[in-house]
């Protein structure tokens, strides 16, 4: 279960650092969502990973550490606000700057002399 | 009442930004003004007050909901952090004075946003607990967020978002950060942190050691430390000058974090962890002055430069914190505080000039004269002379106290010339651009208005911080001598940190 779960954190975490590193503002708002997935995951597993145990003493025989429950619940909460207020803002940024790239201005296309030839003869 | 003091500021704007939001105060732009005022005179008498009773009574422990420590919630009021709320405080009240001018018309919602901002950061500066620390930090970020914003443009949305997506990718850090901590330490509040990490075993010393590391990046993104400092320059440059001036103090909450965080629990009593961040924030701290240095020769206009001075302070504060010592830390706490109402001065100095002068901004090009070249050219002088550290102002004796507390000759061979020689290029970028924007001037005459009431008693109230803070140095040096003290010797305020602990 462990091996399976690191995957799962690691996996999330590379797709999001990768999707941050784009250049338009769609991917990298994914990539950001992505990475508080990963991080609200590996916060859980913080206190360590167990089966059948309650976060309540007294109503299983084992118990789990409710504190990382409480943590996540306020990561996700706090990172669910963060990505709809950047959602917003890359939206805003568009209708602003004119594109939806990072940088507010689209990096020089390689040019096509071959087809403008063409068109003039 | 004065049991609860410890909370009022955090409440107080936490309430007043909310009542500010509803029917009464919120249908006329007079009531906000005046509501807003209150409150932060208010917030200001009690952080004063606060001070006073940490001064007077010895450490505050504020547990909330009576859940002992170290399971509950709790607010620490030391001398460190009552004083940086006390200068929070101040700068909020500043910053409102200042947008009362005219700079709140210019988008919705500005005055409920200061005081959430201020909250956040007065929440930041008194918790006691590491996670409520990072929801703090979030609470503050998500006010500057809408802050920077504030008054719309293309320049502020497309800054807007990169310093959006940076702080994004800082938080999930901090959140891996203190995943790693909690899974080694099983604790988050700080002081009970600081007795459990001399105990670890040689696998969780490891782990321990990247969550410490981590926190280093991410308090060194908030604080504009070197590789990640590229965000602070447009983005100070691109807001607003009321909101600029109360950013002065954001990169000091990454300072005091550092300052928290790696003296208290990777401090002296850490065992083989004690001091463990000092070779990387060596060549950090000095790399981070260059940078701030050369970034302010560079710099275009006076708002850029002020932004590169605000890297340069950083710099020099993270000097203070590699010497990692009682001594160089009151040296530090006496520029932080310096450097922060110096820097929000010169960022109001910058938006009056940049008024004043019709087309050309506050760029360094031949323009119009100033409007009221006496006013602003003396406000500009003062606050250059403070912030490059000539007497007889705060900047040189902060200097001299950070000079002074390098202890041993590799220390001073390091530190000495850094800090003499970033002073030199401040000196010189200054004076090329206060010429420029003052005596280079073409025949025509100013159109603009002069400058309004709000704004001349803003920028000098922030001024008299500077000649104040020289005449009443002893008194100063002396509490930010027993702040460094109380931050150092955490075993001594074990007993009152964790009452009914096992240590």
């Known amino acids: ?121 | 009442m004065s049991e609860h003091l410890t909370i009022l500021p955090i409440l107080l704007p936490l309430i007043g930004g909310v009542l500010l939001l509803l029917p009464p105060l919120a249908t006329t732009l007079e009531r906000q003004r005046y509501a807003a005022l209150t409150v932060a005179v208010l917030t200001l008498l009690s952080a004063g007050l606060l001070l006073q009773q940490s001064q007077t009574e010895g450490i505050q422990l504020y547990v909330l909901g009576d859940w002992q420590p170290p399971y509950g919630i709790a607010l620490v009021a030391d001398r460190l952090s009552t004083l940086l709320v006390l200068l929070t405080s101040l700068l909020g009240l500043v910053s409102l004075l200042y947008a009362c001018a005219g700079d709140d018309r210019t988008g919705a919602y500005f005055y409920p946003l200061v005081l959430l901002q201020v909250m956040g950061i007065n929440g930041a500066f008194l918790t006691g607990d590491i996670f409520n620390l990072f929801v703090f930090f979030e609470v503050l970020l998500i006010a500057s967020y809408a802050l920077l914003i504030h008054g719309g443009g293309k320049q502020k949305t497309q800054a807007g978002f990169h310093y959006v997506a940076l702080n994004l990718v800082g938080s999930s850090l901090f959140l891996f950060a203190l995943g790693i901590l909690y899974g080694t330490l099983g604790t988050l509040n700080i002081a009970d942190m600081s007795t459990k990490v001399a105990t670890l075993t040689e696998g969780e010393r490891v782990l321990a050691k990247a969550g410490g590391l981590l926190l280093l990046a991410v308090f060194g993104l908030k604080a504009a430390m070197l590789p990640l400092h590229f965000w602070l320059t447009r983005t100070y440059a691109s807001a607003s000058a009321p909101v600029a001036a109360l950013f002065a103090i954001m990169t000091k909450v990454g300072i005091y974090s550092i300052y928290r965080v790696h003296t208290v629990i990777f401090g002296e009593n850490a065992g083989e962890l004690a001091f463990m961040i000092q070779p990387w924030i060596w060549p950090l701290a000095l790399l981070t002055l260059l940078a701030g240095s050369i970034g302010a020769l560079a710099s275009p206009n006076l708002r850029e430069l002020t932004a590169n001075l605000v890297i340069v302070s950083v710099g020099t504060l993270l000097v203070s914190v590699a010497m990692m010592s009682e001594a160089a830390t009151a040296a530090g706490l006496y520029y932080l505080v310096h450097s922060t109402l110096v820097c929000a001065a010169l960022f109001m100095i910058a938006d009056l000039i940049s008024h004043q002068r019709g087309k050309a901004g506050d760029r360094f090009v031949i323009s119009r004269k100033v409007r009221q070249p006496a006013l602003l050219g003396v406000m500009f002088f003062v606050a250059a002379m403070a912030v490059a550290g000539i007497p007889p102002f705060s900047g040189f004796v902060g200097k001299v106290l950070l000079l002074q507390a390098a202890q041993n000759a590799t220390e001073m061979v390091w530190a000495w010339p850094a800090i003499l020689l970033s002073s030199l290029i401040t000196i010189i970028a200054l004076s090329r651009g206060g010429t420029t924007l003052f005596w280079r001037r073409s025949t025509d005459k100013s159109q603009a208005d002069p400058a309004s009431g709000w704004h001349i008693a803003a920028v000098v109230l922030l001024l008299l911080g500077a000649p104040l803070m020289v005449v009443l140095g002893g008194p100063i040096t002396e509490y930010t001598a027993a702040a460094a003290q109380q931050l150092h010797q955490v075993p001594e305020s074990l007993h009152l940190l964790l009452p009914g602990g096992e240590s």
């Not at chain 1, 007294?58 to 409480?70: H, K, N, R």
Request: with cysteine; aromatic share 8%.
């Open chain 1, 1 to 121: 279960m462990e091996a399976v779960y690191a995957a799962c954190v690691g996996l999330l975490t590379f797709s999001g650092v990768f999707l941050c590193l784009r250049g338009r503002t769609f991917p990298v708002v994914l990539g950001l969502t992505l990475l508080s997935y990963a991080v609200n995951l590996f916060l859980f597993s913080s206190g360590r990973l167990k089966l059948d145990g309650a976060a309540i003493l007294g109503t299983s025989a084992s118990y789990t550490d409710p504190l990382p429950q409480a943590l996540v619940l306020t990561a996700i909460v706090i990172g669910f606000a963060m990505t709809a207020f950047v959602v917003i803002l890359a939206m805003r940024a568009r209708a602003d700057l004119g594109n939806d790239h990072v940088d507010g201005r689209l990096p020089p296309q390689p040019e096509v002399p071959q087809r403008r030839k063409k068109e003039h003869a």
